[in-house]
């Protein structure tokens, strides 16, 4: 399992599931900032087709202003695992922590997605799905340059929201609206 857009100011967060088999190899997969936008396309195709199974989730701003980033993100990954048309018999997870699911044994790894086969392509699978996901925000509203930066904190997306304030996918519990300037007499 890993998830995709934990850190942005606005749009859901995604998780995907993936379940490879045993001899799953393509030379392109790797942790999805590590590949390029249109390879990372092409591994997706390449996941899809060969996987065991797989199952991508999300979890909106509105849920993850009201539980929280880290818990989101977790349930984000219970809910692909639920999804998965197999049952896995052990969860390996990217990073350092992670919310117990069922009575199913986890192994946590730090920088998973670059160790790991499954753990890159459960992280190809939520970086592409989310930011198709995020290309279909942007025509609702452009201003944000969402096609370009994906809800992240580019400077685009930070003046435009100096601009014209949050929109109903902004995460408010981020605390992204500038501070008003004190006025010196």
């Known amino acids: 399992c890993d998830e995709a857009g934990r850190g942005c100011y606005a749009g859901p967060v995604f998780a995907a599931a993936v379940i490879l088999p045993k001899k799953f190899y393509h030379p392109l997969l790797n942790d999805s900032k590590q590949v390029k936008e249109k390879d990372r396309n092409e591994l997706r195709q390449y996941i899809e087709a060969k ?79 989310r930011d198709e996901y995020m290309q279909e925000l942007h025509q609702q509203f452009p201003m944000y340059g969402w096609d370009k930066n994906k809800g992240y904190g580019t400077l685009i997306h930070r003046n435009a929201i100096q601009q014209f304030g949050l929109c109903v996918y902004h995460r408010k519990s981020f605390n992204i609206i500038p501070n008003q300037m004190d006025l010196f007499t």
């Open 51 to 129: 996987a065991i199974c797989y199952a991508v989730a999300q979890i909106d701003n509105h849920e993850i202003d009201s539980i929280n980033i880290l818990k989101a993100s977790f349930k984000a990954m219970h809910v692909a695992i639920d999804n998965l048309k197999q049952n896995p018999q052990l969860l390996l997870i990217d990073g350092n922590r992670f919310t117990p699911y069922q009575k199913l044994a986890h192994q946590c790894i730090i920088k998973g997605d670059g160790k790991f086969a499954s753990i890159a392509a459960a992280s190809i699978l939520a970086k592409t799905y």
